[in-house]
């Protein structure tokens, strides 16, 4: 994601409107996303994501934080928080770009990218955590590549992007870079380099698909190595792949076409639960431009021979992995799509969902109730003025709710109460609907978790 090649476009604050009542792109709806990182971890997948601010300038970058995201099912997503914040690394001008988590041998190791005080240029940090989750902290309070380390690129942001990979035999690749493509080993420890750092001829028409212009991201698959990268200005993505990580690289074409308004692409692609994801960004939320955008994700087939099939940006998943069990506590912050709130998160209560207007909804996919009905809903909220209402529907925005929770006044934000209320009976899979209904011009409310009572 580079921050120096882009044409202003006009902002606009409002977040969210639903696009269309199937949308699930893109899958984040309660802020601005770009950057997707996805890994895959004990049944769960991580999405690391860089955070474009709401009030980002016309004609460039706000970012000063990561965010992460899980899902179970492909399309009801989790909203962790920050488990990583530029403000907290000293060399840092607080200026979070691309990045990418890995695993390795029970630790958690994110390589990042962001402006450097102390060396000028763009350099390529990492921080380590005990989980997936974080908090994640410098591992060498200095940056791991600095500019003066690189010279196929002359401009000072060419140390953008870090993709990491870990081979068969344990052997750990970084590739990197905006206007080149950077690679080095690295040593057991993750956070060193091991030997000279290398740079592929991105001007190879053999070895590159178009040109080559930033966010390479590396993996393998059935003994073949895959190079995807944006290219081209407005972006597309491209790939090549290579029997040996060491290339020679071939160029395999187009993977995902220049559409929407977003200048910028960045794919990130894995295999989950027998399928396989091409997550991506665009700018398609409401108010979405260049430096305001959006993850999304694609599901899709490799060919015979393991190529990659051209994509188009769609509504999204269609079919999910797995479904939402209703009877344990789930996060307000869970969410298909919603239109209108926000997520917001402090150190007492962690994330919740704010933003609560008269009209607006949250959507879940795919939950299940089981042969067995349940008798209530319950809902921790808290209200400064007058509260609301949540409606529950079943399948569809329309008809009688399931049931009505009504939300009083609790004397402020931070006092939350739980609040409980009889639903009518419901079996099996269904998709629900929370509409909050409320006087305004007020906020209505704050949400941070519910469940179903049997």
């Known amino acids: 994601m580079s921050k120096f090649f882009f044409k202003p476009t006009f902002i606009f604050f409002m977040l969210i409107t639903a696009v269309s009542a199937n949308a699930q792109n893109p899958i984040v709806q309660t802020l601005y996303t770009a950057d997707p ?31 992460l995201f899980t899902t179970t099912d492909m399309v009801n997503f989790t ?18 770009s691309a990045a990418q988590c890995i695993e390795k041998d029970g630790k958690f190791y994110w390589y990042f990218s962001s402006m450097n005080k102390d060396v000028p240029g763009v350099s390529v940090g990492v ?33 953008l992007d870090p993709s990491v990979f870990i ?3 344990g052997q750990a690749y970084l590739f990197w870079g905006n206007g080149a493509c950077y690679w080095a080993k690295l040593n057991q420890d993750m956070i060193s380099l091991d030997g000279e750092i290398q740079h592929l001829d991105i001007k190879d028409l053999k070895a590159f698909a178009g040109r080559f212009t930033e966010a390479p991201w590396i993996y393998k698959r059935n003994k073949l ?19 040996k990580i ?4 071939k160029a395999g074409g187009v993977v995902m076409p220049t559409q929407k308004g977003s200048n910028t692409n960045h794919a990130g692609i894995i295999d989950y639960k027998g399928n396989s994801y091409f997550f991506y960004h665009n700018d398609a939320l409401p108010g979405g431009h260049s430096y305001n955008r959006s993850i999304a994700v694609e599901q899709f087939e490799y060919k015979k021979d393991g190529s990659l099939p051209t994509l188009n940006m769609t509504d999204g998943i269609v079919k999910a992995v797995g479904t939402l069990d209703p009877y344990k506590r789930v996060e307000a912050e869970t969410i298909a799509f919603s239109k209108g709130v926000k997520a917001e998160e402090n150190k007492a209560r962690g994330v919740f969902i704010t933003a609560i207007h008269n009209g607006d909804y949250i959507k879940l996919r795919d939950v299940n109730f089981g042969n067995q009905s349940p008798q209530q809903f319950s809902a921790t909220v ?10 529950i529907y079943a399948d569809e925005l329309k008809g009688k709710p399931i049931g009505t929770l009504k939300v009083p006044y609790t004397g402020e934000w931070e006092n939350w109460k739980e609040i409980t209320t009889p639903v009518e009976a419901i079996t099996g899979v269904h998709d629900i609907y929370f509409v909050f209904r409320g006087k305004e011009p007020q906020l209505l409310f704050n949400f941070d978790y519910w469940r179903f009572l049997k």
């Open 37 to 67: 990182a996805p890994m895959v971890f004990n049944d769960t997948l991580f999405i690391y994501t860089s955070h474009d601010e709401d009030d980002a300038p016309s004609n460039g970058y706000l970012m000063r934080d990561y965010r």
């Open 79 to 96: 909203d962790h928080g920050s488990p990583l914040r530029t403000g907290d690394i000293t060399w840092s001008v607080m200026d979070a």
């Open 127 to 159: 921080a380590v955590a005990n989980t997936p989750y974080g908090p994640f902290k410098d591992a060498l309070g200095k940056a791991l590549v600095t500019n003066n380390m690189t010279n196929y690129a002359k401009h000072s942001w060419d140390d």
């Open 167 to 169: 081979d068969d035999d």
């Open 225 to 243: 190595y895959y190079l995807v990268y944006a290219a081209q200005f407005p972006e597309n993505i491209s790939y090549s792949t290579a029997k």
């Open 246 to 249: 060491t290339g020679p690289w």
């Open 382 to 391: 808290s209200s400064r003025y007058n509260g609301g209402t949540i409606e």
